[in-house]
């Protein structure tokens, strides 16, 4: 039960932010969310496995630059939910830096969990999705209008119950 209570706290949590930045419509721009909230994006070509890193110290975000653009739009939320859900990284961040991406992944995995709710809500959140689907009922061009995956578009259609 605390679980999902957590759950619903990272989605309130992402709207929250969309509120903040005054987002209402698809897609959301995250680069413009991440230098809002005073990050530098620096994309370098990196090992497929790693998607983006955080690097609180210097305000940075890190993205491999070798993904596809909805993977990277993802990954930057990704790393957004670790820094607006507070998780600690002291540790993590300790060796770590843009040519010393990390070997794995040190994150819990809950904290994982909630990142991954975090960008999946602020790309895909239900009261957008809910008033975009009033009008396009077509799960690939929703994904093309939030630009976003087809599988994030499935995903949130599923999980918000709108697929019928």
Excluded: C
């Excluded at 903040?20 to 897609?27: E, N, Q, W």
């Excluded at 993904?67 to 507070?86: A, K």
């Excluded at 709710?117 to 602020?122: I, M, N, R, V």
Aim: positive net charge.
């Amino acid at each position: 039960m605390e679980e999902q209570a957590r759950i619903g706290f990272v989605r309130e949590m992402a709207r929250k932010v969309l509120k903040k930045y005054g987002v209402t419509l698809p897609a959301t721009p995250v680069e413009d969310i991440a230098k809002g909230e005073g990050f530098n994006l620096v994309y370098r070509a990196w090992p497929n496995r790693v998607g983006a890193l955080l690097l609180r110290t210097g305000k940075t975000i890190g993205v491999n630059s070798s993904h596809h653009p909805h993977r990277q739009r993802f990954s930057i939320t990704h790393e957004l939910g670790h820094y607006f859900l507070n998780h600690r990284q002291d540790d993590y961040e300790k060796g770590i830096t843009l040519d010393n991406p990390p070997a794995g992944d040190d994150f819990s995995k809950i904290q994982n969990t909630e990142a991954h709710e975090f960008a999946s809500e602020l790309l895909v959140s239900l009261p957008i999705i809910k008033e975009a689907y009033k009008t396009v009922k077509d799960a690939k061009a929703l994904a093309e209008m939030f630009n976003v995956s087809p599988e994030v578009m499935f995903i949130a259609l599923e999980k918000h119950k709108l697929l019928k």
